[in-house]
């Protein structure tokens, strides 16, 4: 009984302390959650300004598009694909990774991917990628643009060394139902259809827009802008939709625990009440047993 209850005890100590990991996990990413998703707020209203920018150069400019990249549609697929570099996180990884193999809305086959974090990339070295250039996944919001910054150079890099034109980005994106959805954005070319819905964008005011200094210089600028904030914004909804998925596994986890551990408290004291009672039945019986030895013995009636 005694290795019995020493077993369970030492079972109880380390499911509170798992306990209290997930419970303290469980805080860093609700806390995490948070400066990512204000980030993607922020974004979002300087992605509308770089779109406004972008539609008043190509009004000013048109037929800008074939200089940047249209005339490769047809060519060699890079990827970029947004992952975890720790676990917990449920299908987080899996969930992208089978969006990057389905070939739904972009190419099955790349000539190059970067997967940013470990997880998924040791996930894609599985798939038969020809060439896989990981990245590390930023540690905080202020790294991110240390790593667009890298990731654009290695794509222009590769653009010029191996004729590379069409750019996918995978990454997940917050979802209110599921936490999270993967979601696939093509980065590259910039194309006919881009530039004329750049170009129908509604004007954000009626005064007349003037783009200065006039000329591709400005529109290049315009455009490393926009290719900078779809990656920033593609890493900060991954990192958040990262935290979110922690979020729930920590959830789940910390329940069932909860109930591991409420299973373990009433065997642990079922186990003690029945080492009580037979401690008391032992008890009873030798109390008993004595008695019955230390009573004068029972005179017989005789008869003359």
Known sequence: MSDSSAALRASMATATDLQSMARTMKTIAASNIGQYEAAVRSLDAYYGVVQDSLSACLRASRGAADSFGAAGADGPAGAIVF????????QFNEAIRARVLAGVDA???????????ERIAAALAESDVPDLRPFPLPASID??????????????????????????????????ASGYVPVCQRLLPLDR??????????????SITQ???????????CIGEYLFVSLFRACAESLASENA??????????????????????????QRQGAID????????????????????????TQN
Do not use: C
């Open 245 to 270: 998925a922690r979020l729930s596994a920590m959830q789940r986890a910390e329940k069932n625990i909860g109930e591991r551990l409420q299973l373990l408290t009433q065997t642990f004291h079922r």
């Open 278 to 301: 037979e401690e008391l039945f032992d008890l009873v019986a030798g109390f008993e047993a004595q008695q019955a030895a230390s009573a004068p013995p029972k005179r017989e009636n």
């Open 193 to 206: 259809d881009w530039e004329r819905d750049l170009v129908a964008r509604p004007r954000p005011s009626k």
């Open 143 to 176: 790294a991110v643009s240390v790593l667009v910054a890298r990731l654009l150079v290695e794509i222009e890099a590769y653009a010029e060394k191996k004729g590379l034109r069409r750019i996918f980005v995978f990454h997940h994106q917050p979802a209110r």
């Open 211 to 221: 783009v200065l200094p006039a000329g591709d210089a400005t529109l290049r600028a």
């Open 107 to 117: 190419p099955r086959g790349f000539a190059v991917v970067w997967p940013v974090g």
């Open 83 to 90: 992952g975890s570099d720790q676990g917990l996180v449920g």
